[in-house]
């Protein structure tokens, strides 16, 4: 089983409303293969279908050159940033190695690097003495 979003179970309860109103059209030509994207007749979508559907999607919503893999760095940049445990965004990516996602996914943002440095002075400073004197003895101070 794959947990899904409740707005992707949604757009896929509509695109198998659209398959099961197409059905009829395709008549004994039909295959009930079972996978979600398929042609008209039921057969498993080609990947270069796929792709030129992709094209078409991203030409109307004006996405440049975004190609349909970086849909796939999208969301794992996206999960990180939200907070996503790393071994947890590995997991749904489907990444073999914690390395893949946390080198070639996580970006670090110049906001976000400030707020974690703030964070370890904060932290530092609150917990480590000074080896530095901030304020060095006077002269009578140190002939008592």
């Known amino acids: ?22 059905r009829p059209d395709a008549c004994e030509r039909w295959e009930d293969t079972g ?5 008209r007749q039921g057969r498993p979508m080609s ?14 919503a004006d996405l440049g050159t975004l190609r349909f893999h970086d849909l796939h760095h999208s969301a794992v940049s996206l999960l990180l940033a939200l907070g996503v445990p790393p071994h947890v965004v ?15 996914y996580a970006h670090g ?3 976000e690097k400030a707020a974690a440095l703030t964070q370890l002075g904060t932290a530092v400073a609150g917990t480590l003495p ?13 002939d008592q």
């Open 109 to 111: 943002h110049l906001d």
């Open 1 to 22: 089983m794959i947990p899904l979003p409740d707005v992707v179970v949604a757009a896929l309860r509509e695109h198998q409303k659209r398959q099961e109103a197409e």
């Open 47 to 60: 990947p270069f279908t796929l792709v030129k559907y992709w094209l078409d999607v991203r030409a109307a």
């Open 35 to 39: 996978f979600v994207l398929t042609t």
């Open 130 to 142: 000074s080896t530095v004197a901030v304020n060095p003895p006077s002269n009578d101070e140190e």
């Open 90 to 104: 590995r997991e749904i990516a489907r990444h073999s190695d914690i390395k893949v996602t946390m080198t070639v």
